[in-house]
């Protein structure tokens, strides 16, 4: 994210091939992240990072704008999740940095206005995912316990918790990530198993499976079927997260390529199942009236297993999400502090913990906003369209910057892919995309308070600046 008129910070010791020693900083520099993640923690992340909110909360929202077969959102998401995903592993095996696509889109386009846009796009779908996932915390799955308490305030208070835990730190984070991403994927093993029993003993309705219901033929169908999989896109969110715990992870270079392509496989495979058992199960009229969706399975799948410990197992899974959308945002204003695109003050780190204190306090912040203002539903879109239009940034990224080869071995993407990922992302991101407007709308204003801060860090960094020549 280096602008021309600043430099790229050096590359600290354990970048790609080299040993994975502790980082040096100079005499009184904010100390670096701490490189605490392997290749098998890395893989875990992923998978995690993936997992949740999206699969748990908003199946029911898919299937309410396609009907019965549900299936088909997830499978396209899907191969539209592969197509990015390999332009995100050749990136950052060139570029292993925290910034991510805000690194990116600087390094090939060299305009620090949409670098900063971008950068800002990224970070608030990280926070509406959040979001997302709070509000799911809130709904039918916590009402398998109590509804004594308010789903805002509970929301609001659910994302403080995760303030406090991301500000404990980077290991911390991570290993609370392993946990919950183990629960979940108990969860998801037991929407497959109920499955499984449902097709063995013919129960079910297999004739939904083929049902697309999107109000019309021709021009509707094709819209239904798109706004179907840009909303079911958001259950993809957050391989691209990964790519900001670069400077987090030992041989990023080595260790990346794998793990985002395995979590992409792993979930994108677990999703279609999750969403055909659904669809066979329970009809969608039910799934889209629930914000618990995957509890209307349990309920209907015929086997003798508690809701109430199913409805536990979910709650983990969006904490989980939000947890590391949270960790990211935070991660990503720490990067573009030290680029100089944000205020320096958002690079500060706590000496003992070594994590990006401010960051923290910020994202968390919004996220309370964003909350207090918006369902699962929408959040959920707003997160797909921004991403949506980010990918297709960063797959355009991916082509331009051929032209600028390193001296270090890396993956690399056969071109088709990211001509491919392009084009798709921008078709999801159209208004072909059948979407409310509350998405625009709130992604307007998102970014309206992105281009305040743009403004305001201009304005002050070039007092600085004259301060500093006034002085000479």
């Given at each position: ?90 990136l ?68 403080l918790?995760?303030?406090a ?146 409805a536990?197992?979910?709650l ?27 205020p320096?003050t ?94 625009y ?30 002085v000479?």
């Amino acid at each position: 994210m280096s602008t021309p008129d600043t430099p790229a910070p050096a590359e600290p010791e354990g970048h790609g091939g080299r040993g994975d020693h502790e980082d040096r900083t100079k005499p009184g520099a904010e100390p670096p992240l701490k490189r605490a993640l392997g290749p098998k923690l890395l893989i875990l992340f992923v998978i995690g990072d993936i997992l949740g909110t999206g699969i748990y909360a908003t199946t029911g929202d898919v299937a309410g704008k396609i009907g019965g077969a549900l299936w088909l959102p997830f499978a396209i998401g899907f191969v539209v999740a592969l197509l990015t995903a390999a332009s995100y592993v050749e990136l950052v095996g060139k570029y292993p940095k925290a910034a991510g696509a805000a690194l990116y889109t600087q390094k090939a386009f060299k305009v620090p206005f949409l670098t900063f846009v971008v950068a800002f796009m990224v970070m608030c779908s990280g926070l509406s995912s959040a979001s997302a996932a709070a509000r799911a915390f809130s709904g039918d799955y916590l009402g398998e316990f109590t509804d004594a308490v308010p789903p805002t305030l509970i929301a609001i208070l659910f994302i403080l918790a995760l303030a406090a835990i991301n500000l404990r730190g980077v290991a911390e984070s991570v290993k609370a990530n392993v946990v919950l991403t183990l629960v979940e994927v108990s969860g998801l093993a037991v929407i497959l198993a109920i499955g499984a029993y449902a097709v063995f003993s013919g129960e079910g309705e297999p004739s939904r499976l083929t049902q697309i219901e999107t109000g019309g033929t021709g021009y509707a169908l094709l819209t239904g079927v798109l706004g179907a999989t840009a909303l079911g896109f958001f259950a993809f969110v957050g391989f691209e997260d990964s790519v900001n715990m670069a400077e987090e992870t030992k041989n990023p270079a080595r260790n990346f390529p794998r793990a985002i392509f395995i979590g992409v496989g792993v979930t994108g495979t677990i999703y279609v199942l999750v969403a055909l058992i659904s669809s066979l199960l329970v009809d969608s009229r039910t799934l889209s009236g629930s914000s618990g969706p995957l509890l209307e399975v349990v309920k209907a799948g015929g086997v003798d297993f508690p809701p109430k410990l199913f409805a536990l197992i979910a709650l983990f899974a969006v904490t989980n999400s939000a947890l590391i959308n949270i960790m990211m945002a935070s991660r990503l204003c720490y990067g573009m502090a030290n680029e100089r695109i944000l205020p320096p003050t958002m690079g500060k780190v706590l000496s003992g913990r070594r994590t990006p204190w401010v960051g923290i306090v910020f994202v968390s912040a919004l996220a309370i906003g964003l909350v207090s203002t918006g369902e699962i539903e929408g959040l959920g879109d707003t997160t797909s369209f921004l991403l949506l239009c980010v990918f297709a940034v960063v797959n355009i990224a991916v082509l331009v910057l051929r032209r600028d080869p390193v001296d270090h071995h890396h993956f690399r993407t056969p071109t088709a892919l990211p001509v491919l990922g392009a084009l798709t992302s921008l078709i999801l991101a159209s208004p072909l995309a059948d979407r409310g407007s509350d998405v625009y709308v709130r992604a307007g204003i998102l970014l309206l308070i992105g281009i305040g801060l743009w403004v305001l860090n201009k304005v002050v960094m070039t007092a600085r600046e004259k301060s500093g020549a006034d002085v000479s």
